[in-house]
């Protein structure tokens, strides 16, 4: 004989319905770019012709997704005047050891002649990465 569970129970099993998380999607195309092999990367810093800003991230830090929106637009902003790269520490291993990143996300800024000027470790305001940004520039 099949027994029903009581009206009671019925209640427990069903789950509240979880709100709408909100995303935010930043379409930046070709602004940011991607690193996926340390050589590309050094190369493109030997030829700089204007300052760069490396931001050393990994996929699973929360601190390092806030920046991703912020990064992403102050590349678009700034496109032509700053060069702006995002390095997976986890995937490209050997550029996180020669710069001797510590702790994540950090913002490497450096010179149009591939000099590093000042870094920056973990999340911030849009507006100060924007005037460490600004001071690239001169």
């Known amino acids: 004989k ?3 569970p009581k009206k009671e129970d019925k209640k427990s099993v ?3 319905a979880e709100p709408a998380k909100k995303t935010i999607k930043t ?3 070709d602004a940011v770019v991607s690193v996926v092999d340390a050589q590309e990367f050094e190369k493109d810093l030997k030829d700089l012709k204007i300052p760069m800003i490396a931001d050393f991230y990994a996929s ?3 601190p390092c997704k806030l920046m991703h929106p912020i990064f992403d637009e102050l590349a678009k902003k700034y496109s032509g005047k700053v060069r702006f790269y995002r390095v997976n520490v986890d995937e490209v291993k050997e550029l996180a ?4 990143v510590q702790g994540i996300p950090t913002f490497i800024f450096v010179d149009s002649n591939g000099q590093e000027v000042t ?3 973990g999340a911030m305001e849009k507006a100060d990465l924007e005037e460490l940004v600004k001071s690239l520039i001169g």
């Open 119 to 121: 870094r920056e470790v």
């Open 2 to 4: 099949k027994v029903e």
């Open 27 to 29: 379409k930046v195309p």
């Open 60 to 62: 699973w830090c929360m």
């Open 14 to 16: 069903v789950k509240k």
């Open 97 to 100: 050891s020669k710069y001797e």
